[in-house]
């Protein structure tokens, strides 16, 4: 028995928002490597390029994790 199935049916309820397509999706349409999710609402899957930014930023400027580079390559490599 597979632990994945391929083409396992979207549920009622989980939205998804596909960056292949651009669009919002209930349950997953598009293979998994292409959506962001699931959300609660369509209205926060529709918001979900927005949110990945947001919480880049915060990532970015976390303490916990000053031992990578910054993402706009400025970093030194002194080493």
């Known amino acids: 028995m597979a632990l ?6 979207g549920q009622p309820g989980e939205w ?10 209930e349950g997953p349409e598009c293979p998994a490597k292409n959506r962001l999710g699931p959300y609660g ?3 926060e899957a529709s918001r979900a390029i ?3 930014h947001k919480r880049n930023e915060a990532w970015d400027h976390d303490p916990g994790w000053e031992d990578a580079p ?10």
């Open 4 to 9: 994945f199935k391929r083409n396992a049916p």
């Open 70 to 79: 910054p993402r706009d390559g400025s970093g030194s490599s002194d080493g």
């Open 16 to 25: 998804y928002y596909c960056i292949k397509h651009g669009k919002v999706e």
């Open 41 to 43: 609402t369509p209205a």
């Open 50 to 52: 927005e949110t990945v």
